[in-house]
């Protein structure tokens, strides 16, 4: 765990917040100003992250509720990319494994705007540990406000799981949300964006 003299990450950008008047989640203004202190944290890494604060780690994920994790494809052979470090809302569980909406596969200003979106869907507006998004693929499937879904839907299989779940807190959303964490194989971060984007009929946008 993260000492009292080496805060995470999270708690650092939060500090840096409140110190500004910025409350979490409240307001496009504070979304925006959490998204952009997290996007400048170039040194940080998925490995690294995981270190910081061990009393996140858990063993299961939880609908509507976001978590990173590390993540090994069973059919990573035959996949043109794949992220090992997902970040995702899980939407569907199933037997084998879960659905989740891994945000990384956006570009950043696209991310923003679904993100946006999601919002409208919380179960409450305290975003404590009781929050978390009322969400399932149907719903997302169902609902303009989310057209930009489509690419980050993902299948994952709990045996390949390859860490504890890092949860995150309903306050710290917009900080992951934009934290340059992706551990994208094969083909780069832009890469993946680009293929991203013609999935959405966007292609030579960003």
Request: proline share 5%; charged share 30%; aromatic share 12%.
């Amino acid at each position: 765990m993260a000492s009292r003299q080496e805060k995470s990450t999270f708690d650092k950008i939060l500090l840096q917040g409140i110190r500004a008047g910025q409350i979490p989640a409240r307001t496009e203004e504070a979304r925006q100003w959490f998204r952009e202190k997290a996007r400048k944290e170039t040194s940080l890494t998925d490995a690294k992250l995981i270190r910081e604060d061990t009393s996140r780690l858990q063993d299961k994920s939880v609908i509507g509720k976001m978590f990173f994790y590390m993540y090994d494809p069973k059919t990573k052979v035959s996949l043109p990319h794949y992220d090992m470090f997902p970040l995702i809302f899980p939407i569907e569980r199933y037997k084998d494994g879960f659905l989740g909406l891994n945000c990384h596969y956006l570009p950043l200003p696209l991310r923003a705007k679904l993100m946006d979106a999601l919002y409208t869907i919380t179960n409450n507006e305290r975003f404590d540990e009781s929050t978390k998004l009322q969400i399932s693929y149907s719903i997302l499937k169902n609902a303009s406000q989310f057209s930009l879904f489509t690419p980050c839907v993902k299948r994952y299989l709990t045996s390949h799981v390859r860490s504890r779940f890092i949860a995150v807190h309903p306050s710290e959303w917009d900080i992951a949300l934009f934290l340059p964490v992706a551990n994208f194989q094969k083909q780069s971060e832009k890469e993946v964006w680009a293929e991203s984007l013609r999935k959405l009929g966007m292609s030579g946008k960003k």
